[in-house]
């Protein structure tokens, strides 16, 4: 079974590398609003329901990388897309608020 996690510098490498991800932003509108990843699609956690097809047809072109402020949220989201039949999906360590401090400086912490 694959990870539950991945970590900000295993996301780095798969980017680096080309590797077909999508990354998914399962925090709120203001939220996003403050401080986001370049290429991350918003789809706030309470609305993810509403958007499995979606993620389903995201799933079978690459890896779902689902991240929120501190990881706890997108950990939830993706137990649920699991137990939805979509295994091929990980929750970012440390969600956005890791990412700025070891990948990208300019995304503010909040």
Not at 17 to 44: F, K, N, Q, S
Not at 65 to 79: A, D, K, Q, T, Y
Request: net charge negative; hydrophobic share 45%; proline share 6%.
């Amino acid at each position: 079974m694959n990870p539950l996690e991945i970590t900000v510098a295993e996301l780095q490498a798969k980017l680096a590398a080309g590797e077909a991800v999508h990354l998914v932003d399962v925090r709120e509108p203001m939220e996003h609003a403050t401080a986001a990843i370049d290429g991350a699609e918003l789809i706030p956690m309470n609305t993810v329901p509403q958007r499995l097809a979606h993620l389903e047809d995201r799933a079978e072109s690459g890896q779902l990388v689902v991240f929120c402020h501190h990881g706890m949220r997108s950990l939830m989201v993706i137990n649920w897309l699991r137990e939805q039949g979509i295994p091929n999906c990980v929750s970012l360590a440390g969600g956005i608020d890791r990412w700025s401090i070891e990948a990208d400086p300019k995304v503010p912490r909040y």
